[in-house]
T-cell receptor, first 114, second 113 residues
């Protein structure tokens, strides 16, 4: 088991639904990340929060909305997704600021958009 | 030229073999080098983390960094079927948004009993 916990593990949603992915870490890490991973590809960066402030948005469509309620929690709100958004969504954390130390990943949420 | 090049394999070896996985990179700003292991349907697991040129050993795993040649390697000794996974090299620079974690494409390794 990893120290970064993601829920749910699997999610199936329609294109008109609204859902949220959740991520939690209790390692005292100050940077948290959302990545998207398609099959047989490396993870692609979406967002980074450093000290609870959004520090990087990789030009992600607005149908993905991140939120960092506190230093241990990270959410990704989903709305009006497309079938091509189906992927493994990974949360990660690192000890210090943005890309200052190795990233620790959760096991992801496997999202299917129908 | 991509920033990080990694042979995607697949690589198939018999149990007990020594496995060598490699990445080359072009950005001299990269200072920190990692190897992640990713099992099917799981997230990447941090396996090794190195900063300076040289070798770092952890059990059956040895990570090697040659900054002058911009080349990193991961060696697995006495490979086991449980080592079957995708191995991703990754690297980043000195911190901040200009030096994001950059992954190789990953090498799929199968260790046959």
């Amino acid at each position: 088991d990893t120290e970064v916990t993601q829920t749910p593990k699997h999610l199936v949603m329609g294109m008109t639904n609204k859902k949220s992915l959740k991520c939690e870490q209790h390692m005292g890490h100050r940077a948290m990340y959302w990545y998207k991973q398609k099959a047989k590809k490396p993870p692609e960066l979406m967002f980074v929060y450093s000290y609870e402030k959004l520090s990087i948005n990789e030009s992600v469509p607005s149908r993905f909305s991140p939120e960092c309620p506190n230093s241990s929690l990270l959410n990704l709100h989903l709305h009006a997704l497309q079938p091509e958004d189906s992927a493994l969504y990974l949360c990660a954390s690192s000890q210090q600021g943005t890309f200052d130390s190795p990233l620790h990943f959760g096991n992801g949420t496997r999202l299917t958009v129908t | 030229q991509k920033e990080v090049e990694q042979d995607p394999g697949p690589l198939s070896v018999p149990e007990g073999a020594i496995v060598s996985l490699n990445c080359t990179y072009s950005n001299s700003a990269f200072q920190y080098f990692m190897w992640y292991r990713q099992y099917s349907r799981k997230g990447p697991e941090l396996l090794m983390y190195t900063y300076s040129s040289g070798n770092k050993e952890d059990g059956r795993f040895t990570a090697q960094v040659d900054k002058s040649s911009k080349y990193i390697s991961l060696f697995i000794r006495d490979s086991q079927p449980s080592d079957s996974a995708t191995y991703l090299c990754a690297m980043f620079g000195g911190g901040g948004s200009n030096y994001k974690l950059t992954f190789g494409k990953g090498t799929l390794l199968t260790v046959n009993p």
